[in-house]
């Protein structure tokens, strides 16, 4: 800063003053600086000393520490003139006087008249700056905030009383000190005071969690204990219709009525049903609904076969029954669903291994399963007959029809299907079927020379004319040459003849095996016999004769 030759290392050589005076800065332990060595110092001159202001420019005059008092201040020039400087340059001062306000001012051993003057010497500490040259001084850096601990003996946190002991302190300190002590100072950034805020915020916090705990509890209630929502009356006059699949339970049923609108909550269902002694016959199917009912009401009206909107296919009934009835309950024109079934029946999901030949009546019919099927206005026709489709191809795989086929001397599984149509509608009771199945095989083989491979079946007649008549003439049978005549065209028809039920098609798959080859309903409905020899079958048509008056 000052060179080779700066002040330091000129101070010590020539004992002169520096070129600016300052005040002396004294330390009750005297550093040693540079290459100063022990030596005299140089007195005061016990009338004026330099000084400098606080804009830096330099005076003569007499200061006293702690006190903003000067006088007469001089020029070098004017102070030359008075004797002041020597020969050296350096001139004496009296002692300072104590400062009133040092608290060392009145011990002679560290301040005081009786101390000398060290200002000069190697013992002395460099000289004050001046104040134009002068370093502002490092900022302060900020205190880190201390970190909330709990208290002891209970009382109350800082945090929550708005503040802390050490800001108040800090206040306090700041109103005795004045300015005149922070003077040329950076003055410290006061602490935040902590707000209401953060006590509002645990508030919230609290109260939130409070408030969800009591919510998930009065939920529990209303599951546990209270009752659950419900209408109340039997309803509006609006309608509504809800299918119900097959095997659904009363929570299925529930939710689908809910959805609907009919009841208020599944819940509700679920415990009329359990209170109404017939609640578990509830079967599939479509039922029309009023909306908005009492969960009671609902498993009333669904018990009473009135509300169902159905089509039921019963065992051995034939397809052109189930479309009439299919037209019906959608209010159509009465043929609407066969010409549907026509034109649309490879896209109903036949089995692949279905047949359709010419000679074929409907390709649709055994394929039609027996069951109940929704069928509400609004509904499309080949909707519900996708329905039954869907339901006779599940059934027939599950059965293994196409492995058990071969087994049985058959072709494939449609021949396997036609049987059981048969035995559907020329049995009458479970042992009868099977009985009817053995008739079937039988006649069917190549080594008959009972009847030559001709079933002879009225049913098969009955089929091509639409009809079901038993009482049939030998002319009129013996005149027709249809393929579905099986008086005249020998093995199996061209198709099903109706669509059999479970039980007809287990005993098709389980046939006697007693040798059994003919048949006849003695009572010309419900009573059928079998007979092994053509002897035997002579004294059964005797029977059925004398039974129905021919």
Not at 50 to 64: K, L, N, S
Not at 325 to 334: E, F, P, R, T
Request: hydrophobic share 30%; with cysteine; aromatic share 10%.
């Amino acid at each position: 800063m000052y060179g080779d030759g700066g002040w330091e290392g000129q101070q010590a050589h020539t004992g002169h003053q520096p070129a600016y005076g300052g005040l002396p800065q004294q330390h009750p332990q005297q550093a040693q600086h540079g290459d100063w060595t022990q030596g005299q110092q140089p007195a005061y001159d016990q009338q004026q000393y330099p000084y400098y202001d606080e804009q830096g420019h330099q005076h003569y005059g007499r200061q006293y520490a702690g006190q903003d008092q000067q006088y007469a201040a001089h020029t070098p020039q004017q102070y030359q003139h008075q004797g002041g400087w020597d020969a050296t340059g350096s001139h004496g001062h009296v002692p300072y006087a104590a400062d009133p306000g040092d608290p060392y001012g009145q011990q002679p051993a560290s301040y005081g008249a009786e101390q000398p003057d060290l200002y000069g010497t190697e013992d002395a500490y460099p000289p004050p700056v001046p104040p134009g040259r002068r370093r502002p001084e490092p900022e302060p850096e900020p205190e880190p905030e201390p970190e909330l601990q709990p208290t002891a003996g209970g009382e109350e946190h800082p945090f929550f009383a708005g503040g802390g002991a050490d800001e108040d302190a800090d206040d306090e300190a700041e109103s005795r000190s004045g300015r005149g002590e922070r003077r040329g100072k950076k003055p410290v950034k006061s602490k935040k005071r902590r707000t209401g805020c953060a006590c509002m915020v645990v508030v919230l916090v609290f109260g939130g969690g409070l408030g969800t705990v009591g919510y998930f509890g009065w939920k529990f209630y209303q599951n546990r204990f209270a009752p659950a929502p419900d209408y109340a009356g039997d309803g509006t006059g609006e309608t509504v219709t809800v299918e119900i699949p097959s095997g659904a339970g009363g929570w299925d049923i529930g939710r689908r009525l809910k959805a609907a609108g009919v009841v208020k909550s599944a819940e509700a269902f679920v415990h009329a049903q359990g209170q109404n002694s017939k609640g578990s016959q509830i079967e599939a199917g479509a039922y029309v609904l009023k909306k908005e009912m009492s969960a009671a009401s609902a498993v009333a009206l669904m018990l009473d076969p009135k509300s169902k909107s159905n089509v039921l296919v019963t065992p051995g009934e034939r397809n052109s029954g189930v479309y009439q009835a299919i037209d019906k309950q959608l209010g159509l024109a009465s043929g609407t669903t066969g010409k549907v079934a026509r034109k649309q029946y490879k896209n109903l999901g036949m089995p692949g291994w279905a047949e359709n030949t010419s000679t074929m009546k409907d390709p649709l019919e055994g394929f039609l399963f027996p069951g109940t099927y929704p069928a509400a206005k609004g509904m499309k026709p080949d909707a519900i007959l996708k329905q039954m489709v869907s339901q006779a191809k599940q059934k027939y795989a599950a059965y293994g029809l196409p492995s058990k086929a071969q087994a049985l001397g058959l072709k494939n599984p449609f021949e396997l299907v036609t049987v059981a149509s048969l035995v559907q509608a020329e049995g009458k009771t479970h042992d009868d079927f099977r009985k009817m199945a053995e008739v079937v095989y039988n006649r069917l083989k190549p080594t008959n020379t009972e009847t030559n491979q001709l079933l002879q079946f009225d049913s098969t007649y009955n089929y091509l004319k639409g009809a079901s008549n038993i009482h049939i003439s030998e002319r009129e049978i013996n005149s027709n040459t249809n393929p579905y005549n099986t008086y005249t065209h020998k093995g199996l028809p061209p198709g099903p003849i109706g669509n059999p039920g479970e039980d007809a098609l287990r005993a098709t798959l389980n046939p006697t095996h007693d040798g059994w080859i003919y048949f006849v309903a003695t009572d010309g409905a419900n009573n059928t016999e079998f007979a092994k020899t053509y002897a035997e079958f002579q004294r059964l048509k005797e029977k059925f004769n004398a039974s129905s008056g021919n």
